[in-house]
């Protein structure tokens, strides 16, 4: 049993009255029939599809190998639109981080990443019948798998004793009456505190993402696969390849290995070392590093003129070693450089005004939110999205910038050029639901809206309000040191309120249009939080019942009858036509 009147003040099926308290039975928490498919995977992967990734049931669970980065297993699942819904899944990790996804067709929702066994839980509402959920083993290349199973799909049909509600409830009155009463919608503004963030928008936005491995017998198991052996002192032998005194310019190399004008990390080891050197070299004219002595060696670099793979002896005097463990495989996905290079960075290196590293194409709606590590050691670097979002560093950190409507995104060399790095890059989307006006940009770590102080500019979202309704508006104003704020409520041509102080500001309005419309005027500078409308429908103001010291007794007055319940033989008269006897 719980004693509501300490959480609302409408109750729908009051279950029993004491002194001082309404008590009712709270239900237990409940969930409607399962609507995934085949959850379990006793039904093999019937019912999944896959992306980057191979998928197959091993000991009853999923197993998501990735043939490539951000593998997965996916699902479509029909659901009722503006319903909750309980996604759960039981995760077992064994290589890569994983979490789950959904997608109503407008909105990403991301549930918590675990590196680690244990289940994982996520609540939507869609905005749509159909559902995409994704089970998602997080960057990892090929060769790398997650186990899953238990995926369980169903609705939240769990109540809510904090009743806000459009439609009739009662609650009972100081007199122990049931009463009928109305009181304000759910709520009608969507971010409201400016804290949703969007998905990752940039791939491979920490340089980290490796292709699978393309060459063959890199560990020279067996005499095959490359070119140049058996031959000027190259053999291939106790897992080594090895040579003895070979002469200069001889090749040993593998062809079809690369793509000209893509980027490669090269791995290797060297031992045995006597004499002479060998130079790598990816697709021809991408020479990466020569070698000349004991150890284990990683280089970067771009294949150019051919796609082979090349070790060149270059000792003038014959080359003694062995190498092994030989590894190419394609980095910098999603990238395109002009200059620098990248390794598990972007490495610039340039002294003049010059383009440097940059996705194509670039081109979203909406406004978004920029993260990235910056390294400037001499010059300055040029960020620029488009459309006027661009800015200058000249200094070392981490940096955050809010660009809207981007038509393209690289970094650039400015001026007297750019020495130094770019790294862990992000590009996520907030703001959503809102539009901003020049000056206008979001704080989603610190949970507001946020104007510069420019001229006159405003933030509104769209078909919130009906006109002609009674709404109940909350905003709070922080930081605010000049101007004020104007509420334009439904006709974005009409001042309704202005605010030219901080605090929470809560207003009785009837819309005259469909827009929530705040602009900036008179030098405003601060900033907006905490933004509610809810729909009046009656009664707005239904203060909780005190029962404290409360009876029925004390409400209803004395008991004008005198031994009702007739405890003893007095106060009634004996009628014997009736029978009547008090015993």
């Excluded at 869609?126 to 990892?140: E, I, K």
């Amino acid at each position: 049993m719980s004693n509501l009147l300490k959480d609302a003040s409408i109750l729908l099926t009051p279950t029993g009255y004491d002194n001082g308290s309404m008590n009712a039975i709270k239900p237990e928490v409940a969930f409607g029939e399962e609507l995934s498919t085949n959850g379990d995977f006793s039904n093999g992967t019937t019912g999944w599809s896959n992306g980057s990734s191979t998928l197959s049931v091993v000991d009853g669970k999923l197993k998501i190998l990735a043939t490539g980065s951000f593998s997965y297993a996916r699902q479509n699942i029909t659901v009722v639109s503006g319903k909750k819904y309980k996604i759960s899944v039981n995760f077992f990790y064994n290589s890569l981080a994983g979490n789950i996804e959904t997608f109503d067709g407008t909105t990403n929702t991301i549930s918590e990443q675990l590196s680690k066994d244990g289940v994982i839980t996520l609540y939507v509402t869609p905005n749509s019948t159909n559902l995409r959920l994704t089970l998602l083993n997080r960057s990892g290349g090929s060769g790398d798998f997650n186990y899953w199973d238990n995926v369980s799909v169903v609705e939240d049909l769990s109540g809510d004793f904090q009743f806000e509600r459009n439609s009739a409830a009662t609650r009972v009155n100081a007199q122990g009456l049931v009463e009928n009463v109305q009181i304000i919608s759910p709520e009608l503004v969507s971010n409201g505190n400016f804290s949703q963030i969007g998905t990752e928008e940039v791939l491979n936005g920490n340089f980290s993402q490796e292709g699978s491995e393309l060459i063959t017998n890199g560990g020279f198991d067996t005499d095959s696969d490359w070119n140049g052996i058996n031959t000027n002192g190259v053999t291939i032998s106790n897992g080594s390849l090895n040579y003895s005194d070979t002469t200069l310019n001889h090749n040993v190399s593998q062809g079809s290995v690369v793509t000209i004008g893509k980027s490669y990390k090269v791995t290797l080891t060297v031992s045995n070392y006597v004499k002479g050197s060998v130079l790598i070299i990816v697709g021809a004219g991408g020479s990466l590093q020569e070698v000349s002595s004991n150890g284990t060696f990683t280089m970067y670099g771009v294949a150019s003129i051919n796609t082979t793979f090349y070790f060149q002896a270059r000792g003038t005097n014959g080359t003694s070693l062995s190498i092994d463990n030989v590894s190419v495989k394609e980095v910098a996905q999603n990238w395109t450089f002009t200059n620098g290079t990248i390794t598990d960075k972007y490495n610039a290196s340039m002294t003049a005004y010059q383009s440097g590293v940059k996705i194509t194409p670039f081109i979203k709606t909406g406004t978004f939110k920029v993260v990235f590590d910056l390294v400037v050691t001499s010059g300055s670097c040029k960020f620029d999205a488009g459309g006027g979002n661009d800015e200058i560093y000249t200094t070392s950190g981490t940096k955050e910038k809010i660009i809207t409507n981007p038509t393209k995104f690289e970094f650039n060399a400015f001026n007297l050029g750019w020495v130094g790095s770019l790294d862990n890059i992000s590009v996520k989307e907030v703001g959503q639901d809102w539009s901003l006006g020049t000056g206008w940009s979001v704080d989603q770590a610190n949970s507001k809206a946020v104007f510069d102080g420019g001229a006159d500019s405003a933030i509104q979202q769209s078909s919130v309000l009906t006109s002609g309704l009674k709404y109940k508006l909350s905003i709070d104003v922080l930081d605010r040191t000049t101007g004020s704020l104007q509420v334009r409520f439904g006709n974005t041509g009409s001042v309704d309120e202005t605010i030219s102080a901080n605090g929470t500001f809560t207003y009785i309005l009837i819309s005259d249009g469909t827009s929530l419309y705040f602009r900036a005027t008179g030098g405003f500078d601060g900033s907006i939080s905490n933004i509610s409308v809810k729909e009046i429908t009656d009664d707005t103001n239904i203060p909780r019942i005190n029962y404290e010291g409360f009876s029925y007794q004390d409400t209803l007055g004395n008991e004008e009858v005198v031994n009702g319940d007739f405890s003893v033989d007095s106060n009634w008269a004996k009628i014997s036509i009736y029978n009547f006897l008090i015993s």
